[in-house]
């Protein structure tokens, strides 16, 4: 649990999905300035022997469930930087603001479909229309939000 943001901490992070859900929340131009398109994964083993090559293009081309992930030919699937993107979704927030250092113990939503979470500390804050589960690996508060881990 970090008191700040600290973008200098991180290393690369893969975007397909979540490239598609930032363009269409209007970040298209913030997130292609820095976002290195996705081409090929090829993975190898510590002697050098190749285990996989995919072509990322093709890949999604194939599937009908991708679609959201290629536009006009172009695909939606980047590499990034931890800390660009970090920088990217902070400034985008505009008068919003981001809590840290704070400890999620529950999601509940409420009659009018809108978040209440609840913090260790007793703090509970209401009526978010979106809650991001950024919070790592192993965290919880994509699991209290119903999804997997």
């Known amino acids: 649990r970090r008191e700040a943001l600290q973008p200098e ?3 690369g992070v893969q975007l397909s999905g979540g490239a598609a859900v930032l363009e269409s929340l209007g970040l298209s131009r913030e997130l292609r300035s820095f976002a290195n398109p996705l081409e090929r ?3 190898r083993t510590v002697e050098e022997a190749k285990l996989l ?3 990322i293009p093709a890949a999604l081309r194939r599937r009908k469930d991708a679609e959201a992930l290629v536009d006009k030919g172009t695909t939606r699937a980047y590499a990034v930087m931890r800390d660009a993107l970090q920088l990217m979704l902070r400034d985008s927030l505009g008068s919003s603001r981001v809590e840290l250092g704070k400890e999620l113990i529950a999601v509940d939503t409420e009659a009018d479909g809108t978040v209440c979470l609840s913090f260790a ?5 209401t009526g978010f229309d979106l809650v991001v589960a950024a919070d790592g690996i192993g965290a919880n508060a994509m699991r209290m939000m119903g999804g997997e881990r």
């Open 53 to 55: 090559e995919l072509d």
């Open 41 to 43: 994964v090829v993975s």
């Open 9 to 11: 901490i991180g290393g």
């Open 121 to 125: 500390d007793g703090e509970v804050h």
